[in-house]
């Protein structure tokens, strides 16, 4: 079954677009996206300016540290500090990545999860005790990932575990699946196909950094490519249509560049959405 969701366009937020957005946020824009690590002890300027946005325009929140996956115990003093930045700036929905960050100190990188049905079970009891504290859902992203150790199943059958086991939502990124499937040779559509409808919360697109023929680089730094384009009309085929986030982290060109893929995304949406209406 398919969603038949409103189509809406998202921006990862930088400090850097602060200036301009204060002074008007285009259309296109629907919603913005922040890491909370990057803005929850931000004061001055930068904290008056943004805390002017998020009573304008509605925000998500996608965390980069909170390491579900870790060894390690949850940090719950950050979770709760998370909670707190939720609650100040009104946010519903908090996403993060499916892996890990941390283990005897915080490793700078999004490490992947063994796909064992051991690591299902431990990840969805660290989703409930993240949930109990900031009393709203934990929705979790694919992620891409360049090593599968001690894998006892495949990257689909594990994510669609950790989310019937846990039973939350997911953040469904479609530049991860395209970049994953090269990078382990699996077919792109059929990954697609096989995530849960009803599961999912919104989407990711990006672009990347092609290395080599059959290795790419999950950067977030180019513009999105063809093949991602396509699996994203595939993704509203498969599951209709969700809002969803440009991902944009550095190489950042002026907004005006940014907006045509913002209307792409638009485009794709709305061909779709007239689709379901001519043949209803």
């Known amino acids: 079954m398919t969603s038949t969701n409103k189509g809406q366009v998202g921006l990862g937020l930088r400090r850097e677009m602060l200036d301009e957005f204060c002074q008007g946020v285009p259309s296109e824009i629907n919603f913005f996206e922040v890491a909370p690590e990057n803005w929850m002890t931000l004061g001055g300027k930068f904290g008056r300016q943004f805390r002017e946005l998020t009573e304008k325009h509605e925000f998500y929140c996608h965390g980069l540290s909170l390491s579900i996956g870790s060894p390690a115990p949850l940090d719950i003093q950050f979770v709760k500090n998370v909670k707190d930045f939720l609650e100040l700036h009104q946010m519903a929905t908090y996403s993060e990545h499916l892996s890990y ?8 990188d999004l490490m992947p999860i063994p796909f064992t049905e051991e690591a299902v079970k431990y990840v969805a009891k660290r989703v409930k005790q993240v949930e109990d504290i900031i009393e709203r859902p934990l929705v979790l992203e694919n992620v891409s990932f ?35 499937s090269i990078n382990h040779q699996y077919d792109a559509v059929e990954f697609l196909k096989a995530m849960p409808t009803d599961r999912i919360a919104y989407l990711h697109i990006a672009g990347h950094l092609k290395e080599a023929k ?59 959405i007239a689709s379901v209406k001519r043949s209803a």
């Open 101 to 108: 960050c941390s283990g005897a100190g915080h490793m700078y």
């Open 214 to 272: 059959d290795l790419i680089i999950d950067t977030h730094g180019a513009d999105i490519v063809d093949p991602v384009w396509k699996l994203l009309d595939a993704c509203h085929e498969f599951h209709g249509v969700f809002p969803t986030l440009l991902e944009r982290d550095f190489n950042i060109p002026e907004t005006s560049e940014l907006l045509l893929e913002i209307n792409q995304i638009h485009d794709y949406q709305n061909r779709y």
């Open 146 to 180: 360049y090593a599968a150790p001690s894998a006892e199943m495949s990257e689909a059958e594990f994510v669609t575990a950790v989310m019937q086991e846990a039973d939350c939502k997911m953040l469904l990124d479609v530049n991860n699946i395209y970049v994953n």
